[in-house]
């Protein structure tokens, strides 16, 4: 998605991909939950999602030292190709070798599958929170607040791009 904002001409094609590209990031979350419930034991889970959140943190803050110097290098448009790049090569080889459920996994061993599942399954079944529940306790409303207002200069952002470059 990154690489149609390099084919953008106005601002409505602007927003339409800045919509696609929150259209499709809206899953990553529910994924990597279900993959981390899948593929670790629940007393390891706090690992790979604090990696995940981390990783987010540190890839935004090189991202937004990197941007700032390909604008000024290559321009915007090569900017946003330039990002498109390793996420196409990363997704292809992704799609190769993941699989949803360990055992299908061809690098997957009994005896790591077996430490896996000693108590995923269980945790699987047990996780379902009625949407009734979401929201109430205040450290769930403070992410969620603070997320938004992380995320939420994205746009203006984008925007500020646009307007100062001398054509979109």
């Known amino acids: 998605m990154t690489g149609l904002f390099a084919g953008c001409v106005g601002w409505v094609s602007l927003i339409a991909v800045r919509l696609g590209m929150g259209a499709a990031k809206a899953g990553i979350f529910p994924a990597s939950t279900t993959t981390t419930a899948r ?3 629940r007393t390891q889970w706090a690992m790979p999602n604090g990696a995940l959140g981390g990783c987010m ?3 935004g803050a090189i991202g937004a030292m990197l941007t700032g110097v390909l604008i000024v290098n290559i321009g915007w448009r090569w900017m946003f190709l330039c990002y498109a790049i390793p996420g196409i090569v990363w997704a292809l080889w992704f799609w190769k070798w993941f699989r949803n459920n360990p055992e299908d996994h061809r690098h997957v061993n009994s005896a790591e599958l077996s430490v896996i ?3 995923s ?3 699987l079944k047990s996780t379902k929170i009625p949407r009734r529940h979401l929201g109430e306790h205040s450290s769930q409303i403070v992410r969620w607040r603070a997320s938004v207002a992380s995320n939420s200069a994205a746009p203006e952002r984008l925007c500020s791009l646009a307007v100062s470059s001398r054509r979109i």
């Open 39 to 41: 593929w670790f034991p």
């Open 57 to 59: 943190q540190f890839g």
């Open 117 to 119: 599942r000693r108590d």
């Open 121 to 123: 399954q269980t945790a």
